[in-house]
Structures are given as C-alpha cells and as structure tokens.
C-alpha cells in the first residue's frame, strides 16, 4: 500500500491543526463585543467550532444564551456576559470576569455597532434635517463603543506580549453613501483608529500586539433588513442599487466573514497589522 505523503496528510487535516500551526486558534480565548448580532453570532460558531474559548459580549442576554447554548451542544466552548460598551466600568469587570474564568485573552472582536434614524438622511429630507443628538449617539456607539474595549481588553495583551484586535469598519467607510451621515463617519473613524492603534502598539508595546479591521460589504442583518428588502424578501430600490454595485451579483452570508477573521487572529496575520481588510464581493473596487 502506498503510504501518505506529508502533503497528502497535510491537506486531510483541519485547517487548524495543519503543519506549522500558522491557523492554529484551537484554546485561544476570544472575546466578541456584539456577538449577539447576526455577524457577530456566524462568527462566535464557526471560531467555536475551531477550538477557540468564546467569550460573546451583548446586551441581549436570552439571544446569547441561546448561541452559546448552540455552540456547547455542537461541542464547542463559550460563554456569555452582559456589557455596555460605552461603560468602561461594566467592561473592565468583563475582562476581570474572563481573566479569571481563562487566565488570558488572546483576540478582541470589536463588532458593536448600530445606528439610529435620527443620523441618517433619507430621499425625503436633507442635512438640515439631521438630529445631532442621534448623531452623537451613533458616534459613540460605533467608535467610542470600540475605543473602550481597545483600552481594557489591550492591558491583558500587553502584559502577555501577544494579542489580536479586529475592528469592525464597513463600506461607508470608503465611500460616501446616501443615508448613513453618522454611520459613516463613526466607522471612518474605526478605520482611521485601526490605523492609529496598529503603529501605537507596535511603538510602545512590541509586534506580538496586532490591530487590523475587517469592513463588511453588505449582508442582511437585523439593522439593515427593513432598509435592504421589502416584507415580502424582495429588495428594495436600495437593495437592488446594492446588487447593482456588487460584481457577484448578491448580498454577502455571514459565514464568509469568518475566513478573514480567522486569518486575522490567528499566526497566519503576523506581520500584517493596520489592514481594513475587504469581504465585499467586489462592491468596492467596482467603479460603473
């Protein structure tokens, strides 16, 4: 019987137990900060399914009970906390909370986010119609609600030499949409701040810490569905401008953010740090 080769071994096994472990998360403690969201929920499984230790941060505690209930019946590990990304109080006792349950954190996710009507400018209105109080709601919650978990979640990492950040941008961030003022500009800012945080880590802490983002082109989620499709699942005429920018003719699925994602925290990304890092379909490199 012909015995196997190395590489006949190597591609029958799972992808993070190949050789050279560049992919390897298996034990690695995840931390995810809107993980009870439809990206964020894709995300948590799949990084479970992998080996990672997942940590999901929410506000809705019935929702991530039920995902952490889904990934423990599938044999995985996860847990839930309730936080508030705007109270550094509530997610500095979060990271006390898992420092004890784990010892170490090893990824943060920074995919908290939203938006609110108030912020945005629909075809039936113009600027002078934009409510800066929402405005300054969504700015904190997108940017501000990243910048505070940054800051507690990188002290573990620092004292540990060797942490993964992944911010959540998006394709507002590149282009100038209709709509979404506040959006947009918070997640430029996510953007701008990815950038800033990679080089002030590697500067003062060493290259074992590593701030990327990952921007989302455009995927159904519980924000965006009333926006994208009508109750009937048609697309609205929003949706179908989006289909119309996007060369693979479709919406993303939330499990095709997670490849990147895995990439990006794990050995596979070492010398890669103040990336945004597209899963877009094409939306953004499209120009007519």
Not at 28 to 44: D, E, K, P, S, W
Not at 59 to 75: N, S, T, Y
Not at 260 to 282: C, E, M, N, P, Q
Request: charged letters at 20%; hydrophobic letters at 40%; proline letters at 4%.
């Amino acid at each position: 019987m012909e015995k196997n080769t190395d590489s006949q071994l190597h591609s029958t096994l799972p992808l993070g137990e190949r050789g050279g472990g560049l992919f390897l998360i298996r034990d690695h403690v995840v931390v995810i900060t809107g993980g009870t969201g439809v990206l964020g929920r894709a995300i948590a499984k799949y990084l479970a399914a992998e080996g990672a230790k997942v940590v999901i941060l929410g506000r809705k505690q019935e929702v991530g009970e039920a995902i952490v209930a889904d990934i423990l019946a599938a044999g995985g590990e996860a847990c839930f906390m309730v936080t508030d990304v705007l109270n550094r109080a509530t997610v500095q006792q979060n990271c006390d909370d898992i420092l004890a349950r784990y010892g170490r954190i090893d990824a943060l996710l920074n995919a908290a986010g939203g938006n609110m009507p108030g912020a945005t400018i629909p075809p039936d209105k113009t600027f002078f119609d934009l409510d800066p109080a929402q405005f300054q709601t969504v700015l904190d919650l997108n940017l501000t609600g990243t910048v505070i978990p940054t800051q507690v979640f990188l002290k573990p990492m620092v004292q540990q030499g060797k942490g993964a950040i992944v911010n959540f941008s998006s394709m507002a961030a590149f282009r100038p949409m209709t709509r979404v003022c506040g959006y947009a500009a918070a997640k430029a800012g996510i953007s701008n701040f990815t950038a800033y945080m990679a080089t002030e880590c590697a500067k003062k802490f060493g290259e074992g810490i590593r701030v990327n983002a990952i921007a989302p082109g455009f995927f159904i989620t519980e924000q965006n569905r009333s926006l994208l499709t009508n109750p009937d699942g048609s697309y609205t005429q929003r949706g179908q401008d989006v289909i119309r920018q996007t060369p693979f003719g479709r919406m993303g699925d939330p499990e095709e953010l997670c490849g990147t994602i895995h990439y990006l925290i794990s050995d596979a990304s070492r010398f890669v740090t103040g990336t945004v890092a597209v899963v877009d379909g094409g939306f953004n490199a499209f120009a007519m």
